[in-house]
């Protein structure tokens, strides 16, 4: 089945300065991927998702790139705030009804 | 935004007793999830629940674990009896359609089996 690598764990970054956060995934069948966003004690909330008809999708500070060759998306946050200070979930589906996550990657944006 | 409810928050279960989790998901939602997350591990799928029936259930669903939705009521997951392992979070999860933004998940609910 489906696996979902989620590369960084931790990521720690200033204030205003952007942040990285890199996936891989393994089934070629994958067409669509969400990106959700956790704070503490709080539910998952949909942040941004991007299908396999695109390679860039954009919204606000938000973009997500997809390389489907490689087989891996990212999340990029531009100027990064305080409130972006969360755990950041990946997953990949190729059903649309069944997410396959990776481990999550805690980011702490410094003021 | 909606949101979907799940009660209880925390569960302590001695082992071998029956739990039933409850979802109250999103009102006009009409695909239901069911999620498992052990401590420090990431989410893994369990379930998935459309009119009325199983559609896809992983090998962590076990013969132990039952779902249902009566009458439009709460989704609920029920394991019966209860093992050492089902320790998680269980993350209940519904959307209108499949593959959308609109999957929205319930806060989880913390189950401890001693």
């Known amino acids: 089945g489906e696996k979902v690598e989620q590369h960084e764990s931790t990521l720690s970054v200033r204030e205003g300065d952007s942040a990285v956060i890199n996936c891989t995934y393994t089934?070629?069948?994958?067409?669509?991927f969400p990106w959700y966003k956790q704070e503490a004690g709080k539910s998952l909330h949909f942040v941004i998702d991007?299908?396999?008809?695109?390679d860039r999708k954009q919204s606000q500070r938000l973009t997500v790139l997809l390389d489907k060759k490689a087989k891996r998306f990212s999340l990029h946050i531009t100027a990064t705030q305080p409130e972006d200070s969360a755990i950041y979930f990946c997953a990949a589906s190729n059903m649309g009804y069944k997410l396959t996550f990776g481990t999550g990657t805690s980011l702490l944006v410094d003021p | 935004g909606p949101k979907v409810l799940q009660i209880p928050s925390h569960q302590i279960i001695d082992m071998g007793q029956m739990v039933t989790l409850n979802c109250d998901p999103v009102?006009?939602?009409?695909?239901f999830y069911w999620y498992k997350q052990i401590l420090g591990q990431q989410m893994e799928f369990l379930v998935n629940f459309y009119n009325g029936k199983v559609m896809e259930k992983s090998k962590l669903f076990k013969d132990q674990f039952s779902v249902e939705r009566p009458d439009g009521s709460y989704f609920t997951l029920k394991i019966q009896p209860t093992a050492l392992e089902d320790s998680a979070v269980y993350f209940c999860?519904?959307?209108?359609?499949?593959?959308?933004?609109?999957?929205?998940f319930g806060s989880g609910t913390r189950l401890l089996v001693i």
């Open positions: 089934d070629t069948a994958s067409s669509y």
């Open positions: 999860a519904s959307s209108l359609v499949q593959g959308d933004s609109d999957y929205t």
């Open positions: 009102s006009n939602h009409l695909y």
């Open positions: 991007i299908r396999s008809n695109v």
